[in-house]
């Protein structure tokens, strides 16, 4: 209705992002935007009773830029909450979040005293809700909401919690001791210690969606997914037993060293530390490839690539090497020096970044041997990577301008784009796909033209919505906003045989320049 509302605006430029609050009016303001394309996210209160919507800005150097976000209006969803008894449930904690999407970004709304709800500014889908009051819980409920139009209204009846048991055991069936879980669910985060005997119980669990976490030292960290309705019997842990590496972080000469830092460089696996006599034990690896990775302040990491198996000891010296180093300068095309480019130097055992002074200078020590890739790249610009740079490599990178085009296409028959497909001209292994007619692209100040493709229409000859005929449309001098229309394409359709007339299916057909897999089922 054009009216501003509260909310939250996420906004994304190259390395730069940046969330800000939207006023009653609507009102929002980024002041360290940096030049190029910016991607924005709005998502506004639920009291507004509107769903989130994505935009585009452009922001020219020293200039400011101005964009109006428009979130369509949302479904509702009312109904009533009843107790165990068939009593009003007055109060009780509602959560509703899609179902493809995780319940910790779930909305939330208390019912009234006679037990109503109401649920405003829902998108259109399947969603999840689940409603919790003292002692009681229904759900998790699937949802239907249709596109414009309010959902049926959902009646809601709480059953008493009840004890949600299980046990926790190794791939033999052996019980595990001192296991600790954890469950993430839409109402609470519920902890435990496994006995003697392997088991734990949570004395009141309300039905609903869990992510279960468990973790047992020795054995490979277990995360899932799990869903626990009144009358289920309880839940059953497997846990692999890991692999574990020991043994000695040795200097360059050879001489045991202590207090080194030994990891996986994996987030379920704890860092290990070596002793005074250089001595380390690294378990719970997942069975398969691993890198393990010794570091000490003033030296190179030592790196080992091993495969291990679950429950396998493997032995295994880390010797830690010279510290070596990677520098250089930044410039743009015109060979100024660029200040706070993101320099990001990644090698066996190293991931270090940093940024370049006014100088453009740049300087990454307490590496290891290589060989180094460097990856640069500041918003404005498009990035820049030189890789198989050995140790005490110095190298030089200047980044193109960039510039930022969004664009829309529509059909001269005026049927609907599904998808669009946009590619520089001189560089059309960098085509990107956008689902719907709009599209959003950063190309190098020396492209002069894009190949644009959309996918429109309906189906034809049971082969789907057809091609467009692809268009070359030129880039305007420092970027900016393209409305494109193109036509539909000629059509070829037939089948393909072989020598005896027997029709082939999966065979691929090369029209032009545009290799298209467009074949019916029966051939």
């Known amino acids: 209705a054009g009216q501003g509302v509260s909310g939250r605006v996420l906004a994304r430029g190259g390395d730069w992002a940046e969330e800000v609050s939207a006023d009653a009016r609507g009102e929002f303001r980024f002041t360290s935007a940096p030049a190029g394309l910016i991607d924005l996210l709005a998502r506004p209160s639920p009291e507004s009773g509107s769903i989130s919507t994505r935009g585009e800005a452009i922001v020219r150097q020293g200039a400011r830029a101005r964009v109006t976000l428009r979130c369509p209006a949302g479904q509702t969803l009312r109904g009533r909450v009843e107790g165990p008894a068939g009593v009003p449930g007055a109060g009780a904690a509602l959560l509703i979040w899609p179902a493809v999407g995780d319940f910790r970004d779930a909305r939330r709304a208390t019912c009234a005293a006679d037990g109503t709800f109401s649920l405003a500014g829902l998108e259109p889908g399947e969603l999840l809700l689940c409603a919790r009051s003292a002692g009681a819980s229904a759900g998790p409920l699937l949802v239907l909401v249709p596109l ?3 959902p049926d209204p959902l009646q809601v009846r709480l059953e008493a919690d009840r004890a949600l048991a299980g046990r926790v055991v190794d791939s033999s069936g052996r019980s595990l001791k001192e296991a600790a879980i954890q469950l993430k669910g839409p109402a609470k985060t519920l902890r435990a210690i496994s006995d003697a005997e392997g088991r734990f119980q949570f004395a009141a669990a ?8 468990a973790r047992c030292r020795g054995f490979v960290t277990l995360r899932e997914r799990i869903r626990f309705l009144p009358g289920d019997p309880g839940v059953l842990i497997e846990l692999i037993a890991g692999a574990e590496v020991r043994g000695r972080v040795l200097d360059p000469g050879g001489a045991p060293l202590a207090n080194a830092i030994v990891d996986a460089q ?12 250089g001595r380390f034990r690294l378990g719970g690896l997942p069975p398969g490839g691993v890198r393990i990775r010794a570091r000490a302040e003033g030296l190179g990491a030592g790196v080992a690539d091993l495969v291990v198996s679950s429950g396998e000891v493997v032995a295994r010296d880390l010797v830690l090497v010279p510290a070596t180093s990677v520098s250089g300068r930044v410039f743009d095309g015109r060979g100024a020096p660029l200040r706070g480019a993101a320099v990001w130097v990644t090698g066996p055992g190293d991931e270090r970044l940093t940024r370049s002074d006014a100088a453009g200078a740049f300087s990454i020590a307490e590496l290891g041997t290589g060989p180094f890739l460097v990856n640069v790249s500041k918003n404005g610009f498009k990035p820049a990577s030189r890789d198989y740079l050995g140790p005490g490599a110095r190298v030089e990178l200047y980044l193109e301008a960039s ?18 497909l946009v590619a520089p001209a001189d560089a059309p292994e960098q085509a990107q796909l956008f689902e719907g007619s709009r599209f959003a692209i950063v190309v190098g ?12 229409g309906e189906a034809r000859h049971g082969h789907g919505p057809s091609f467009l005929a692809p268009q070359y449309v030129s880039v305007p001098s420092g970027g900016g906003e393209l409305k494109i229309e193109l036509s539909p394409g000629e059509e070829a359709s037939g089948v393909v045989r072989d020598a005896g007339g027997r029709p082939l299916a999966g065979v691929a057909l090369l029209f032009g320049h545009q290799r298209e897999v467009e074949l019916g089922g029966e051939a």
């Open 148 to 150: 414009g139009a309010d």
């Open 206 to 213: 309300p039905s609903g969606d869990y992510a279960i976490e």
């Open 266 to 277: 994996l987030p379920d696996v704890r860092q290990a530390r070596s002793d005074a006599q």
């Open 403 to 420: 510039v930022p085009l969004t664009g829309e296409v529509r059909t001269t028959s005026g049927d609907p784009v599904y998808a669009v």
């Open 445 to 456: 100040a020396e492209t002069r033209e894009l190949i644009v493709r959309a996918r429109s």
